[in-house]
């Protein structure tokens, strides 16, 4: 088969499309999202972590720490246990700063001002609240912040449009969104609100970028991180309106920053910069949070791994088909188990409730014995000494033949 085609049209120039494999796809993917690069051996510092957000470019934040933070288990993926207070000292010395990206985010201080026009946009969408409110607020803050909402004074109790939020965190989310306010968190992830010029102290860095530029900058990004996409893999990243979107990419294309090629596979064309390298090594092998972008985007981990994947918090505990917490297990190029995970704090035990082989995987058993590796490695990382696997699961079996069924952490 070619390895090239040739689109016509009337109203187009002609266009040649690079035809890749799905196997080149994946290995491009895990590539460009760090997850071909060996961890660190020895000491992981700030270069390390440098080095992750050059990679994806942000960080999605989570309430959810029934195993641990996903911006802790986004790092672990990829450095391996390291400092707990690597990702905090990044953000406290403002190279990391919170806005509304892909949901809650991280993201490098000089991209800061790349996302101005969504907080413009958002004084469109929804009504402003009370205006004595704000002023309040305002006050506030600027009086003693950083403060969260619980240090407000005297917060009013009627329900606003958002959330059901009360009155003052509606107005606390609200200065947040449209960017007069910055926020930090505190030592049990609440968000601590403060004057945007005091978090991002840089004017350079609030300085709006125009909407069709920061889209294109966005874009650009986008496909960068992802190595390769759909264009609504592309418009996800950044929570785009794809129909926004696809008038940029055309242009991105037609000037030669990207390229478009067709995907083993892949009912819909894929883009990716021009001079993207494809992986010459495997990935490594790791447990992803649920919130990793890797697989954030459901339909681009089906369509790259044949990987159905589901979070099934919210789904009734007897309507649950894998667990409450399943983070996926990628070894050799892909998903090849699912994990349900949780940290018992009081035991300091990493409990794994269920492993759940995939249909594609071959070769099960080498994937127990490398999750038992993992498992111990994931253990470090947050803290507990021992590792329980239970008996749910059908590769938990093989788990429990390599590891037993409880094993101390222990490096390896």
């Not at 940290?343 to 492993?355: E, I």
Request: proline fraction near 6%; charge should be positive; hydrophobic fraction near 35%.
């Amino acid at each position: 088969m070619s390895p090239w085609l040739v689109r016509r049209s009337r109203s187009l120039p002609q266009v040649t499309i690079k035809r890749i494999s799905a196997l080149t796809a994946r290995r491009i993917a895990l590539r460009a999202h760090g997850l071909t690069r060996p961890r660190p051996v020895g000491r992981v510092d700030r270069r390390h972590l440098r080095r992750v957000v050059d990679d994806i470019g942000l960080i999605q934040l989570d309430s959810v720490n029934v195993l641990d933070r996903t911006q802790h288990l986004v790092l672990f993926a990829r450095l391996g246990p390291h400092r707990r207070d690597l990702f905090r000292e990044a953000v406290d010395d403002l190279e990391l700063v919170e806005a509304w990206v892909h949901e809650a985010s991280v993201i490098p201080v000089d991209q800061h001002h790349l996302f101005h026009w969504r907080r413009s946009e958002t004084t469109q969408k929804w009504a402003a609240p009370d205006a004595d409110l704000l002023a309040d607020v305002r006050r506030q803050v600027t009086e003693r912040g950083p403060i969260s909402v619980s240090d407000l004074d005297q917060p009013r109790e009627r329900r606003g449009p958002w959330w059901g939020w009360d009155d003052s965190k509606l107005a606390l989310e609200w200065l947040f969104r449209t960017g007069e306010f910055g926020a930090t968190r505190g030592p049990n992830f609440d968000r601590r609100y403060d004057l945007i010029e005091r978090i991002v102290p840089d004017a350079a860095s609030r300085t709006p970028t125009n909407r069709p530029d920061a889209h294109r900058q966005l874009l650009t990004l986008a496909t960068q991180y992802l190595g390769i996409g759909t264009d609504k893999d592309i418009a996800d990243y950044h929570r785009l309106r794809v129909t926004d979107c696809r008038g940029h990419i055309a242009d991105l294309v037609s000037e030669g920053t990207l390229i478009e090629v067709a995907v083993e596979g892949w009912k819909e064309p894929a883009y990716m910069l021009s001079d993207t390298p494809v992986a010459r090594r495997t990935s490594i092998t790791t447990l992803v949070s649920p919130f990793d972008p890797v697989v954030w985007c459901r339909p681009r981990a089906e369509r790259l791994f044949d990987f159905h994947y589901r979070i099934e918090i919210y789904v009734p505990a007897k309507k649950r088909k894998y667990g409450y917490y399943v983070l996926p297990f990628i070894h050799r190029d892909r998903p090849r188990a699912r994990i349900d995970l949780k940290h018992d704090r009081s035991s300091r035990t990493l409990l794994c409730k269920a492993a759940w082989s995939e249909p594609t995987d071959d070769d099960p058993d080498d994937t127990a014995l490398a999750l038992v590796n993992e498992l111990s490695q994931l253990a470090i990382h947050i803290g507990a000494d021992e590792v329980q696997v239970d008996a749910r699961g059908d590769l938990s079996g093989a788990v429990r033949s390599h590891g037993g069924n409880r094993w101390p952490a222990r490096p390896t």
